[in-house]
């Protein structure tokens, strides 16, 4: 697998010679990592130090109770933090071996890299096949109308929704239910092909029933995708995570095998919100 | 503390609460009521009025059409034509009460029949020409036969001429298109609101090319690309300071740049438009801006997380759906613009306009310049088509006003 590279050319500026069209054949364990990351609100230290590894192809699951920065987290890792205000993101975070938070990098090809799915299901007010060919439409992915029906075709499969809205593509996205929303947010995601999926706490807004059919499409992607998941709740990271990272008062407490984690957790704090007396 | 139960307690509360609930009622309904009530006086006053100058007062001429259309004089014509409808007349004060009854403007409208009917040259053909303002008043009973003759303004003889008419059914009060299709004049039955209307039409042209395009660009950086910090604060302030300006400063403003610093000719629309275009572009930016900020902060991540640029976000997904708000917010600036006198009266197009304009460069006035021109005149006739001119440009606006709401209509995506 080759990996584009992130820093755009024509961004202006001097750019290192490491960094001009590298083509970089890693395969290595880790997708991205954080070191040292810090992050502040105004005055307020939102995150502190955090030093994380994201496995490739995996489900990374990040729990802990609300307001402790986990989604604070999860955004700064295809820097949708730049367009909040106030907010100062210190450290590294690296893509493979490129540094997300480098003036010569581009957002917009990393965040091509680097989808997200958000907590509430926000489709665009336009039919579904429009909201799902978007992104390989600004990207200039598709060459032709049949290459770009073809991707929205194959991008709805995999989101398990294809059946389901086969037959009304051009009714209005904000037309579905919520589940199907959230497969039509997670189908628009992965038109673009990202490597790395970002997902806030997909289900909180959904039945069980549509959360159900969501962690079935999550343990399916994480075959091709690289997934990282803020949850709420501990049975869903249980279930469908390899890796559980557990955030205590902008802390990364505890970090491990996601089994590791709820059977034999070795903090008090994370023991205490995996058995459920604190959170 | 009385030692009552919690439900009855809440009970004896009730009654007062339930009381202020129909007072409250009762003001916004007396309130309601009040507007209504002005709102109806206001245009029943304004409409009894100003119907009656949708009527003309004409009379039925039977003319001999001359030969020769360029060189004839239609002057003598039309006098020789009224002398032999009513042949016992002599003396010279007569002859002139006579030719009083049709308006000066009769002569051209012959010569204009007779041009357009070339074919009936020579012929005796029957014209109706446009009676005086004075006759035009008392047909339409806005004075009274009984009035003294320096109010009524038509002498005993001129009366007795009328009747005459009247009785042969020789006088009788058609659609008075001059009111559309010409410009102004110093004699009522012959002025025309279409210079002013052309005036107001080019002048919100120019506003809108001009206004709405950097009114909604600003609104866009201001909202979407800005940093906020101390000098887009001291922006926004002024902006709505701005919007809250009187207009005749505008128009001092128009005066003192565009005229005399570019150089721009004076009365023109383009620059009646420029001096709206500023008085509207703080409306335009205010109302664009929140209706920008009214767009779900959701949609903007959900674009921006797919990659797409800050202009892209904006282009494709927040102006759409922002755009209802901004339209509303542009036609409203617009209709502001429509009614407003005092910036115009600054540039010049406060000018006694006869030539209807053709470019954005010509001589023009405005609807509400023509209303402030005509209720200053004398003539009694003038009061009508005043009234008349209220009601056009109440048209325009409820026309425009309409217009916002279907595009809101049609605009509106819901999420």
Avoid at chain 1, 64 to 72: A, E, I, N, R
Avoid at chain 1, 188 to 195: G, M, Y
Avoid at chain 2, 12 to 28: D, N, P, Q, Y
Avoid at chain 2, 212 to 239: Q, R
């Amino acid at each position: 697998m080759t990996t584009m590279a992130l820093v755009n050319p024509a961004c202006g500026g001097i750019t290192p010679p490491s960094a001009i069209f590298t083509e970089i054949p890693t395969e290595s364990e880790t997708r991205m990592q954080t070191r040292d990351l810090n992050v502040f609100y105004g005055g307020n230290q939102a995150l502190h130090k955090i030093e994380l590894d994201i496995p490739r192809h995996k489900v990374t699951a990040l729990i802990g109770p609300s307001g402790c920065g986990k989604s604070t987290f999860l955004r700064c890792l295809n820097r949708m933090n730049d367009v909040v205000e106030n907010c100062q993101v210190q450290g590294t975070v690296m893509l493979d071996d490129q540094d997300v938070y480098s003036p010569y990098l581009d957002v917009v090809l990393l965040r091509a890299r680097v989808g997200m799915v958000f907590q509430k299901p926000n489709p665009f007010p336009k039919s579904i096949f429009d909201n799902v060919a978007y992104g390989p439409r600004i990207h200039g992915i598709a060459k032709c109308r049949d290459k770009l029906d073809e991707i929205v075709m194959e991008s709805l499969r995999r989101a398990r929704l294809f059946d389901e809205v086969k037959d009304r593509l051009h009714a209005p996205g904000t037309s579905l239910s919520g589940g199907q929303q959230q497969r039509l947010c997670i189908a628009r995601a992965i038109a673009v092909e990202p490597e790395v999926v970002l997902m806030d706490e997909p289900c909180s807004s959904l039945d069980p029933i549509a959360t159900g059919g969501i962690e079935e499409l999550i343990a399916e992607l994480k075959d091709e995708y690289t997934i990282v998941m803020v949850t709420h709740s501990m049975q869903q990271a249980a279930r469908i995570s390899q890796k559980t990272a557990y955030f205590h008062m902008g802390h990364l407490v505890e970090v491990g095998e996601t089994e590791e984690v709820f059977s034999n957790p070795i903090d008090q704090r994370t023991r205490d919100y995996v058995t459920g007396r604190i959170g | 503390m009385n030692n009552l139960p919690r439900s009855q307690r809440i009970v004896s509360g009730l009654k007062a609460r339930h009381r202020m609930e129909r007072i409250f009622r009762a003001a916004g309904f007396s309130a309601l009521l009040l507007g209504v009530v002005f709102l109806g006086v206001l245009l029943v006053s304004i409409t009894s009025k100003g119907f009656l100058a949708f009527q003309q007062t004409k009379i039925l001429l039977e003319v001999n059409l001359p030969f020769d259309i360029n060189s004839a004089n239609y002057q003598s014509i039309m006098k020789k034509t009224l002398r032999d409808m009513f042949p016992n007349i002599e003396t010279r004060r007569e002859k002139k009460e006579l030719y009083a009854i049709v308006s000066s403007g009769a002569a051209y409208e012959l010569k204009k029949f007779t041009e357009q009917n070339h074919h009936n040259a020579g012929r005796t053909v029957d014209v109706w020409v446009t009676a005086s303002d004075d006759v035009d008043m008392l047909i339409k009973g806005a004075v009274s036969r009984d009035d003294q003759p320096e109010v009524r303004r038509l002498s005993d003889v001129q009366l007795v001429h009328i009747d005459r008419l009247i009785e042969k059914k020789l006088i009788e009060t058609r659609f008075n298109s001059g009111f559309f299709l010409n410009g102004d004049s110093r004699e009522p039955e012959r002025a025309g609101i279409a210079a002013a209307m052309m005036g107001t039409f080019f002048s919100l042209i120019v506003c809108l090319l001009l206004a709405f395009p950097t009114g909604v660009m600003a609104a866009i950086y201001l909202e979407e690309f800005a940093p906020k910090n101390l000098l887009t604060d001291f922006i926004e302030v002024n902006i709505n300071n701005l919007a809250a300006v009187p207009s005749i400063v505008f128009g001092l403003l128009g005066l003192a740049i565009f005229l005399s610093i570019f150089g721009l000719p004076r009365s023109a629309p383009l620059v009646g438009g420029m001096v709206l275009t500023l008085m509207t572009l703080p409306t335009i930016i205010i109302a664009g801006r929140a209706s920008l900020k009214a767009v779900p902060p959701s949609i903007r991540e959900a674009a921006l997380a797919l990659g797409a640029s800050k202009v892209q976000t904006v282009f494709h997904h927040v102006l759409p759906l922002a755009m209802p708000g901004v339209l509303t917010g542009a036609i409203i600036g617009m209709a502001r613009a429509i009614g407003e006198t005092a910036p115009l009266l600054m540039i010049g197009m406060v000018a006694f306009i006869v030539d209807i304009p053709k470019t954005v460069l010509d001589p023009a006035t405005a609807l509400p310049v023509q209303i402030f021109l005509w209720a200053d005149s004398p003539e009694r006739a003038f009061e009508e088509r005043t009234a008349a001119t209220i009601l056009v440009l109440l048209g325009f606006l409820i026309v425009m006003n309409m217009l916002a709401v279907i595009l809101r209509r049609k605009f509106e995506i819901r999420f």
